[in-house]
């Protein structure tokens, strides 16, 4: 049984309107992927415009995006790629030492400093700690259970136990499964936590933590049982450092 | 024999409470200090032999060892005198309210003698049922009680207790048969039981009071530090204006120079003309970090410093300008971080240290920084921190913990292959 769908190759894009600092970059892309053996598809676009005009603007798992360019700069790409549901790590790249400091909006993996040239020892631990988040955006698949259901992880944003059924809900609506949520528990990983009994949350989507009570992107508010209240905020710091240990 | 054993059933706690607290503690040799210990309870008890088969004065003995035990202390352990001093005269009043109820319980229900084995036994009874809590108690509290230098405190305290001590000692004595059975005997040791106590609560609180101020002080040089980054990014400013204005001023000499390089026909002056003009424009050298002014102050100011120190620096911020928690709480606690991740580089191959912090969509504030660092820090089993620069826990994460606990959060340091991680979570 194979429950997890484990993505063959990550889709890698780099915007930059200057040819030669695209260049430079893919250099450096295509070098680490040949030393890491790994499988990366790598496109350049010169414009924001011409990365949301393309097809694959939303398959993309890492984009490098120049800040400064003619036309939509970075950070507006960066919105218009969110707006659009983009899950994509995105990394700005920039000339200035002046960094990008609008990037918390829209929840910026990292920035690269390109002038005079880019670091590589820096562009080394980025990329590792991209690739591992990269690696670890798992898909749940209960097709083993004859369910025709296989999304990302991170869309779901709970899973409830309603009588003899489970709701998971996901950011598209809620898919109503006959599955024990025993079942479930394990297909899940380290950013599920069990507020109560019967509700699973994802760490990622909480809004609000308030005490007996955990508010979820979308604004359902769910109970959390008396005794896991400190259990709770110690997973959610636990994630939350985890993930800027990660670079996020 | 009765009194060989209450004696030494009387001593033994004290050295096992003094090794169970001091134990993480910087010693000059911990295991002279055993051996040494061990030897004195050995001498002490041929002593008390000696002394019943020739009518000495168990008492004056007793106290000569406890002086000699003191001393062994004092030679071998590394921390402030007063505060052993302190330890010696809190564990030496547990010992005799504890032998003084012993005693009085023995006489008084059993009517058995001061020393006899029904003592020894109440006497190991009760440490059975003390013991535990007071070891507790011990290991809890020696992070606030060693964490700030004040050797005064310290000797005043030594001196209120040793003072109550020694009148309880002069008015009862529990060799003394007759003294043992009465009331203001049990009293007198109850009452310094209860004494101690409060010397101990006040001396806590006010243990408690000092570490408040040194955050306070903390929080004053901190912002002291943005104050004096923000006057010079002021003067940074200045200038930069100033070159724009004289930049905007010779833009028109340029358009001239460069329309009669062009009337000329001759490309290769031009192109000259302009790489001179290129790189006599001012470019903008201030790197920001942050939204939040205060924290982008700080950071700017720990930057210098560690680019100076050739350290390589990455730092990454995901913050609104405002944030919901107190910037001087938040700036403590980030340049305590830097600070110390600076101190731990020099001599390092490469150094590097990276800051990363974000406030997440639940409006909780995480802060991580980490830095190079080859080998484990020194920590204690409770898994606070050893300083580098001095005996005991260090000030700065002992701050940044507490901060965080007063927040409600908590701050967490960590070794892993080869890298120092400190982070912190404060819940929104």
């Given at each position: 049984m194979e429950g997890w769908a484990i993505q063959a190759s990550n889709r890698i894009a780099i915007v930059d309107d200057c040819l030669q600092d695209r260049e430079a970059l893919s250099v450096l892309v295509r070098t680490r992927a040949q030393q890491r053996g790994l499988c990366w598809e790598l496109e350049s676009f010169a414009s924001g415009e011409a990365l949301l005009r393309?097809?694959?603007?939303?398959?993309?798992d890492l984009i490098f995006l120049d800040?400064?360019?003619?036309?939509?700069?970075g950070l507006e790409t960066a919105r218009r790629l969110r707006a659009s549901d983009s899950v994509a790590l995105l990394v700005f790249v920039t000339?200035?030492?002046?960094?990008?400091?609008?990037?918390y909006e829209v929840e910026a993996a990292g920035f690269l400093l390109k002038a005079p040239n880019i670091d590589p020892a820096r562009f080394a631990r980025l990329m590792g700690r991209l690739e591992r988040r990269m690696g670890s955006e798992r898909a749940l698949d209960l097709s083993p259970y004859g369910i025709p259901l296989h999304l990302?992880?991170?869309?779901?944003l709970y899973a409830e136990v309603l009588g003899h059924r489970m709701l998971l809900h996901t950011q598209a609506g809620a898919h109503s499964l006959r599955l024990p949520l025993e079942e479930l528990k394990p297909r899940?990983?380290?950013?599920?936590?069990?507020?109560?009994?019967g509700i699973l949350i994802n760490?990622?989507?909480?809004v609000k933590l308030d005490g007996d009570t955990v508010t979820l992107v979308g604004g359902d508010t769910l109970p959390v049982s008396r005794r896991r209240r400190k259990a709770l905020m110690e997973a959610y710091a636990a994630h939350s450092v985890e993930q800027l240990k990660r670079g996020g | 024999m009765e009194t060989i054993l209450f004696v030494l059933i009387t001593t033994l706690p004290s050295h096992i409470i003094a090794f169970y607290q001091f134990w993480d503690f910087p010693w000059r040799s911990r295991t002279l200090a055993l051996v040494l210990v061990a030897l004195h309870v050995c001498l002490k008890t041929f002593a008390v032999y000696l002394a019943l088969c020739g009518g000495l004065h168990i008492r004056v003995l007793e106290f000569a060892f406890s002086l000699i035990g003191l001393a062994i202390y004092l030679c071998l352990l590394r921390t402030d005198i007063n505060a052993t001093l302190f330890f010696f005269v809190l564990v030496m009043d547990y010992l005799i309210v504890v032998r003084g109820i012993a005693t009085f319980a023995s006489a008084w229900a059993f009517h058995s003698s001061s020393q006899s084995y029904v003592s020894s036994l109440i006497c190991l009874l009760l440490y059975l049922l003390t013991l535990p809590p007071v070891l507790s108690l011990c290991r809890h509290r020696t992070e606030i009680l060693f964490q700030h230098r004040a050797s005064g405190l310290w000797r005043g305290f030594f001196l209120l207790l040793l003072s109550m001590t020694a009148i309880i000692l002069l008015f009862t004595d529990a060799f003394d048969a007759s003294s043992v059975q009465s009331c203001s005997f049990f009293f007198a040791r109850i009452g310094l039981s209860a004494c101690i106590l409060f010397a101990y609560a006040l001396m806590l609180k006010a243990l408690e009071n000092i570490r408040h101020q040194a955050v306070l002080e903390e929080q004053a040089n901190q912002i002291q530090r943005i104050l004096q980054t923000q006057r010079s990014m002021y003067a940074h400013q200045s200038a930069y204006l100033e070159e724009l204005r004289r930049a905007r001023h010779d833009l028109r000499q340029h358009e001239y120079m460069i329309q009669s390089y062009l009337n000329s026909g001759d490309p290769s002056r031009l192109r000259q003309y302009l790489q001179t003009y290129l790189a006599d424009l001012p470019h903008v050298a201030d790197q920001h970090y942050c939204k939040n002014p205060s924290l982008d102050a700080l950071m700017r100011f720990y930057a210098g410093r560690i680019r100076e120190a050739g350290i390589r620096l990455e730092a990454e911020f995901s913050l609104p300008e405002a944030l919901p928690f107190p910037e001087p709480d938040l700036c403590v606690v980030l340049g305590n971080l830097l600070e110390n991740a600076q101190e731990a580089c020099p001599g390092l191959e490469n150094p590097y240290i990276r800051v990363a912090a974000k406030l997440t969509a639940a409006n909780a504030f995480v802060l991580l920084v980490e830095n190079s660092a080859p080998t484990p820090p020194r920590q204690r089993a409770d898994g606070s921190l050893l300083s580098t620069k001095r005996e005991g826990a260090g000030i700065g994460t002992g701050s940044v913990r507490l901060l965080a606990q007063e927040h409600g959060g908590m701050a967490e340091f960590r070794w892993e292959e080869g890298v120092f991680q400190a982070s912190v979570f404060l819940p929104g």
């Open positions: 393309s097809s694959s603007a939303q398959t993309y800040i400064l360019m003619p036309g939509l700069d000339t200035e030492a002046d960094f990008a400091l609008e990037g990302p992880l991170g869309n779901v899940l990983d380290h950013r599920f936590f069990e507020c109560h009994r760490l990622d989507k909480v | -």
